[in-house]
């Protein structure tokens, strides 16, 4: 019988491969696990952020749309995982109200529960409002959107909409930003090859 995380684990895997990029129409393969002996600290973890009173809205929310079975097996997983940020960003190079309005909730990676190299995988939140700059890095990166009102940019182009169900596909280096509505946005972000979170350039 799967833990609560390793449900959750494959419900979002499931999820992804049943859908394609909402902008190109690719398909996205699961990348085999690449083991890891001995975890390293990629993150800076934080009993709490701000972000996260905003946590219950959001599985509100996303229980209501499209992708709601996975809002129910986050629930039962979330004593498992711990949230962090990434220990690059800092007020020297992002906005105050990303630091205050953004956590992942990491599920498999260097330094999460599932441990390994390959794939990095977990919940990302952010605020309403709140929106993650324009960054970069060299792994391709899937999102798949669990809540409405969310926008994208990608090669630091136009925004566009993005809706509850949708998967966005990054490619090695591309620049790409995020943005919360009115409301909080959950989803699930993945990192298809391996890479260094410290890396991500922003």
Not at 7 to 24: H, M, P, T, Y
Not at 131 to 159: F, I, K, M
Request: with cysteine; net charge negative; charged share 20%.
């Amino acid at each position: 019988m799967l833990s609560p995380l390793e449900n959750l684990i494959e419900l979002s895997w499931r999820a992804v491969l049943a859908r394609q990029d909402c902008r190109s129409g690719r398909s996205v393969s699961r990348p085999p696990v690449e083991p890891l002996s001995v975890g390293r600290l990629e993150s800076r973890f934080a009993e709490e952020f701000p972000v996260l009173e905003y946590l219950d809205a959001a599985l509100d929310l996303a229980s209501n749309c499209e992708l709601s079975d996975l809002a129910s097996a986050l629930c039962p997983a979330l004593d498992q995982v711990r949230w962090s940020q990434n220990p690059g960003y800092t007020e020297a190079n992002v906005s105050r109200s990303l630091l205050d309005g953004y956590a992942y909730a990491g599920l498999s990676g260097p330094d999460c529960p599932l441990l390994c190299e390959v794939p990095r995988c977990g919940y990302v939140l952010l605020a309403p409002g709140v929106t993650y700059q324009d960054h970069n890095h060299e792994p391709r990166e899937v999102y798949l959107v669990l809540t409405p009102g969310a926008q994208w940019c990608l090669d630091s182009g136009e925004w566009f909409d993005v809706h509850a169900g949708d998967l966005i596909l990054h490619q090695p280096w591309q620049m790409h930003a995020m943005r919360a509505g009115d409301q909080p946005l959950l989803a699930f972000a993945a990192w298809l090859e391996s890479g260094d979170r410290k890396a991500i350039q922003i």
